[in-house]
């Protein structure tokens, strides 16, 4: 008899309002995939074509472009598969490399560090355009001369003010 009063209490409540909608689930999608910056170009210009992206490339020594099948390893299965790789273009840098995706007249990267931001600023540069994150977050050269700024009074602040660092443990009275 309890069990069928609560089904009958249960079919009066309307989950709707605490349930996901589509936007909300699209959102929180958005939120795992990481954050994606694109160099690209203003509405009013024409956007950035692949033979010119390419072309730049194959100039930079920093960027490597791989043509033709590539072997990868699933590094937890161990399972080696192939995968055709038509232009795609690495950036080589001193942490490591990551990919520079073109696509609809604009280069993506997802999760870029400082350095990578950097060379995106250079990139766009030589190729008149842009560097813009998701959310309309436009970078610039003043981006990292307030980094370093910060960073200068930081250090400063630092030196002019030295704490002995105390311990967070007792190991004596």
Known sequence: ?????????????????????????????????????????????????????????????QIKIVNGDIEVTNPQTGKKFTYHADNVTYYLYKSGEVTFTYGNGHITVKNPNDEIIFKMLSIAKKLDAIVIGDGGVL?????????????????????ENPKKKKSKWKLWK
């Open 1 to 61: 008899m309890k069990y069928l009063l609560f089904v009958v209490f249960l079919s009066f409540i309307n989950l709707a309002p605490y349930q996901k909608n589509e936007a909300q689930k699209s959102l929180s999608d958005f939120k795992s995939m990481g954050y994606s910056v694109y160099i690209t170009r203003s509405e009013e210009k024409e956007p950035i074509q692949k033979e010119e992206w390419l072309s730049y490339a194959k100039n930079d020594p």
């Open 139 to 159: 970078f610039d050269y003043s981006y990292f001369a307030t980094k370093l700024k910060d960073e200068e009074s930081n250090e400063n602040s630092e030196k």
